[in-house]
T-cell receptor, first 115, second 115 residues
């Protein structure tokens, strides 16, 4: 069964500190992995996309890593800001038997940054 | 600006009523999706459409119906047959289903509450 698990469920950090969010997946065949940021009551917005051959990708203060062998990804946030308070969702794409792609969503990590 | 517009933002429904959630996109995307988001759960696929006049059931289609008469529009009807309709509904689109790197673009969501 295709699954995406994220940890921790929730996290509270002080402004300016760094943090790392984890995503483990059992999805086959793997196509790509995305991290989305979702503010409360809003739609998710894409932060990064990782394909099978990519190990690291950065987007400003956000750095995503992918280890395709262990099927793990992480999202590192540097020098956190109050505006980073949101849910972060890991989404893995899998190619189905018919050739179409399916998106498998993790349950998200809720991050709270305190002043 | 291009994007996805969902309406209404908030909707209240009495038991036994059907309601329709609107989703319009001006991104010229072929594929459109409806997801349901509940606390503590990953997004679950209700319906998706790859082209006009065609749509497919997702994982939790029971109690829902859709239409795709125009490329830019993909309305979702929550029928009285849906036993637990209170949730946050997200509409999304991508260039086309089946692309390896097809990013999902989300609307701002519609929160449905059954009274």
């Amino acid at each position: 069964k295709n699954q995406v698990e994220q940890s921790p469920q929730s996290l509270i950090i002080l402004e300016g500190k760094n943090c790392t969010l984890q995503c483990n997946y059992t999805v086959s065949p793997f196509s790509n992995l995305r991290w989305y940021k979702q503010d409360t009551g809003r739609g998710p917005v894409s932060l990064t996309i990782m394909t099978f051959s990519e190990n690291t990708k950065s987007n400003g203060r956000y750095t995503a890593t992918l280890d395709a062998d262990t099927k793990q990804s992480s999202l590192h946030i540097t020098a956190s800001q109050l505006s980073d308070s949101a849910s972060y969702i890991c989404v893995v794409s899998a190619r189905g038997a018919s050739g179409t792609y399916k998106y498998i969503f993790g349950t998200g990590t809720r991050l709270k940054v305190l002043a | 600006d291009g994007g996805i517009t969902q309406s209404p933002k908030y909707l209240f429904r009495k038991e036994g009523q059907n309601v329709t959630l609107s989703c319009e996109q001006n991104l010229n995307h072929d594929a459109m999706y409806w997801y349901r988001q509940d606390p503590g759960q990953g997004l679950r696929l209700i319906y998706y459409s790859q082209i006009v006049n065609d749509f497919q059931k997702g994982d939790i289609a029971e109690g829902y119906s859709v239409s795709r008469e125009k490329k830019e529009s993909f309305p979702l009807t929550v029928t009285s047959a849906q036993k637990n309709p209170t949730a946050f509904y997200l509409c999304a689109s991508s260039i086309r289903q089946g692309t390896n790197t097809g990013e999902l673009f989300f609307g701002e969501g519609s929160r449905l509450t059954v009274l």
